[in-house]
């Protein structure tokens, strides 16, 4: 414990040095920066050099991240123990992304394999979907999807659905989440429900606003379908009897678990959405982009790790320099969800 106050001490220090030092003045001190205080790996870069700190700041923050164990932390985590501590829980979305243990288990359930099956189960049935060998009530195909959720259900994928839109070639992909009926109301307007899959996502099946939602579509396709209307409805779920209550057909429900928090659960059968509309091949591509970052924060060292890096900054920000807010602004517009799903996560 007093290697760890010591530790936040020297970082109290620093902050207090640094605080009233312009960046400009940093520069001019050292014209390299960019060079000392930037890091690359897995084609993404972090600039940490327009941040108001200088190595020693910096090392001071390793020292903090040492002291804490951090780097312990994080093999706690990828070896499946139970870090979330307010729910007695791992957290292993890694294992979604192809980049953990294989003999991995929890509570003598086998995980990795466990979520590849799912994976490829998902993956399946969002190829059938695109290729017309699943089809709508009538044998056609389906031309759109929606899919309706709130929170970790709607965010990510809806996020990764707009930023990857150049390589959408499947049916046309939609999110509803506002628990204000117009959201789903609008909607529908522009879509025809005998070409319409509604997949309902949610961990227990039980959430309010989606379940108002779901109520609300599946009345729609009932309206113009009948009894069929249920050969249009999917489900991402643990709660089977809840689904089957619902009218989804087993086959059509995909799983969670209790070790995927929210926020990271674009990664699993929560992702289907965009499997639908990218397609299985570039899904992948995108597990596979996770699982290599995934390989890099656990192998290389904290100076280089961007990870841990960008997690210091944060707490230099926030605890050193005393900083409430962060300004979440994409280069893109593609990207234009991403501070809202990244705002959850960090809270996550």
Not at 64 to 78: H, I, T
Not at 161 to 182: F, I, K, Q, R, W
Not at 286 to 297: I, V
């Amino acid at each position: 414990m007093s290697d760890t106050k010591a530790a936040w001490d020297r970082v109290t220090k620093e902050a207090a040095r640094l605080t009233p030092v312009h960046l400009r003045d940093l520069f001019a001190r050292a014209p390299d920066r960019f060079e000392r205080l930037s890091f690359q790996d897995e084609g993404l870069l972090i600039d940490l050099s327009k941040e108001k700190l200088d190595q020693d700041a910096l090392s001071t923050l390793l020292d903090l991240a040492r002291a804490v164990g951090l780097e312990e932390q994080r093999d706690r985590m990828l070896r499946a123990d139970r870090v979330n501590t307010t729910e007695r829980r791992a957290a292993l979305h890694v294992a979604l992304r192809g980049d953990a243990d294989p003999e991995m288990e929890i509570d003598g359930v086998p995980v990795t394999a466990t979520a590849h099956e799912a994976r490829d189960q998902m993956l399946r049935f969002a190829d059938d979907v695109r290729t017309g060998r699943r089809t709508a009530s009538d044998g056609a195909a389906f031309s759109d999807v929606v899919n309706i959720g709130i929170g970790g259900s709607d965010l990510g994928p809806a996020m990764a659905t707009e930023a990857l839109a150049p390589y959408a070639d499947g049916p046309g992909v939609h999110y509803v989440s506002n628990a204000d009926g117009a959201h789903f109301a609008d909607l529908s307007l522009r879509l025809d429900p005998a070409r319409t899959l509604v997949i309902v996502a949610s961990k227990t099946f039980s959430t309010p606003e989606t379940m108002e939602n779901a109520a609300a579509a599946r009345r729609w396709l009932q309206a113009a379908l009948g009894k069929a209307a249920d050969t249009h409805l999917a489900a991402v779920s643990r709660n089977l009897e809840a689904t089957a209550a619902f009218g989804v057909t087993p086959a059509q429900v995909f799983p969670m678990w209790d070790w995927v928090g929210g926020r990271y659960s674009v990664w699993s059968s929560i992702g289907l959405p965009l499997a639908i509309a990218i397609g299985p091949g570039r899904f992948k591509a995108f597990l596979d982009g996770a699982a290599a970052m995934d390989r890099h924060f656990r192998t290389a060292p904290a100076e280089r790790n961007l990870p841990i890096l960008m997690a210091l900054q944060t707490v230099w920000r926030r605890n050193g320099l005393g900083l409430h807010a962060a300004a979440v602004l994409p280069y893109d517009q593609r990207l234009s969800r991403f501070p809202a799903w990244l705002q959850q996560l960090d809270m996550e």
